[in-house]
């Protein structure tokens, strides 16, 4: 890995390669022997004019995200904003490298040298940067010995040479923005570089010890649920199999994605369940799931689960207020167990079906009376009262009582008068 130095760091490497190339059959008569004339700066400030003398310039005109790196170690936070890794910046560093000259022929002999030196580099050696940094330090500069710290040598990916395309339009508009005139130039890609920091932060602690357990795969399997509508409190079995794993406690019923429950009682092919009164009415969901408790540790843990059943879960109409009722009034209806604001109700009386909306956003998340407008819908009569939540309705209990003024009568009743 590298620092944000390295950046500068390949800027120099640059530099390096063109500077010793010349001592083996470069250009040495239009440069003077001299290394001078190969710059690293931006091409406003290069002196231009007749009097221009001949050289390179390396010029690093845009820095791009390295896309087959720039997601590792990603994310380097937790939910907490705890560090839990150093992610890397990978960066692609794109340079324009030009040749400039007074004389006939000049800038188009250095401008072919350079790129057959890179050409000739197309991943630069660890050495050649390490000997490139150390080149800067005799000099004494204080650049020189920022960049001479940059880690660039010793990261682990190489530092590659790629030549790059550019249309017509693109460097006229590079040219354009640098505001100078223009010279023969190319491009260049130099990739990658990654920077990242040494911060220290908290990993994972070690595995310390492992607990394997095999089982056969036998998940529960439910095959009906008698009876398949059922009140809140009520208790019905579920008939299936594989239901009992190496111990009775192993085995829950979970309603509707719940933490599951302890059936009232167990065998391998049916259970019985007592239903929480807090569950709403409607059509549920059940599932019989086994847990798996490992050797190493006295929690369980999930495992083995059947598909989902479904079962209704009815409502149950323990009051209605006033009774009698006005025919233009609204009747109160207590249910059990309480309805969701969300939840879809609608009261029958007789055959006559009286809707109501979900309850406003500010009423409570549930309630356990409801009130149903008649609005004149409903002649003057005594009637069977019922109840629907989400599709499950109440059921209607015929009087047997001997002697009773209902008797042979489904109630619970509402009597609507003028």
Same mark, same amino acid.
């Given at each position: ?11 120099? $490497?640059? +530099?390096?390669?063109?500077? *010793? %190339? &010349?001592?083996?059959?470069? @250009?040495?008569?239009?440069?003077? =022997? /001299? ?88 991943? $630069?050696? +660890?050495?050649?940067?390490? *000997? %490139? &940094?150390?080149?800067?330090? @005799?000099?004494?500069?204080?650049? =020189? /010995? ?273």
């Amino acid at each position: 890995m590298s620092n944000y130095l390295a950046v500068g760091g390949v800027s120099a $490497v640059l +530099r390096w390669l063109l500077t *010793d %190339a &010349l001592t083996s059959g470069g @250009p040495s008569v239009i440069l003077g =022997g /001299s290394s001078a004339g190969i710059t690293v700066t931006s091409p406003d400030l290069v002196p231009v004019g007749a009097d221009e003398q001949p050289g390179v310039n390396i010029f690093m005109y845009y820095a791009s995200l390295n896309p087959a790196l720039r997601n590792v170690n990603l994310p380097s936070r937790n939910a907490y904003g705890n560090a839990i890794s150093n992610p890397p910046l990978a960066l692609n560093l794109h340079y324009l490298v030009s040749a400039y000259g007074s004389k006939q022929f000049d800038p188009e002999i250095l401008l072919g040298w350079a790129m057959k030196v890179l050409h000739d580099t197309p991943v $630069v050696p +660890r050495q050649t940067i390490q *000997d %490139a &940094l150390d080149a800067l330090l @005799p000099g004494g500069t204080h650049e =020189g /010995s920022l960049i001479d710290g940059c880690l660039l040598a010793s990261q682990i990916e190489h530092i590659r040479i790629t030549p790059e395309t550019l249309t017509t339009e693109e460097i006229y508009r590079l040219w354009t923005a640098f505001q100078t005139s223009y010279r023969p130039t190319t491009s260049y890609q130099v990739s990658v570089v990654v920077i990242q920091d040494t911060n220290t932060y908290a990993s994972n602690l070690p595995v310390q010890t492992r607990s394997v357990l095999v089982l056969p795969m036998q998940s529960p399997v439910i095959d009906s649920i008698v009876p398949g509508a059922v009140a809140a409190g009520g208790t019905f079995t579920v008939l299936g199999g594989n239901f009992v794993g190496d111990a009775a406690s192993q085995t829950l019923v979970s309603i509707d994605g719940a933490a599951g429950i302890a059936p009232a009682t167990l065998q391998s092919k049916a259970l019985r369940v007592t239903l929480p009164s807090t569950l709403q009415a409607g059509t549920r969901l059940l599932r019989v799931q086994r847990t798996v408790t490992f050797p190493t540790s006295s929690k369980p843990h999930a495992g083995f689960s059947s598909s989902p059943m479904p079962f209704q879960l009815l409502p149950t109409i323990t009051n209605a207020t006033p009774n009698p009722v006005a025919q233009s009034g609204s009747v109160t209806i207590t249910v059990s167990p309480s309805v969701g604001s969300m939840q879809q109700a609608a009261l029958y009386i007789g055959d006559i079906a009286i809707p109501i909306d979900q309850r406003p956003t500010s009423a409570p998340l549930s309630s356990s009376t409801l009130v149903f407008p008649l609005a004149n819908s409903v002649p003057v009569g005594t009637y069977p009262l019922r109840i629907e939540i989400d599709g499950a309705q109440s059921r209607l209990t015929l009087d047997t009582t001997t002697g009773s003024p209902t008797f042979g009568e489904y109630l619970p009743q509402l009597q609507v008068t003028p």
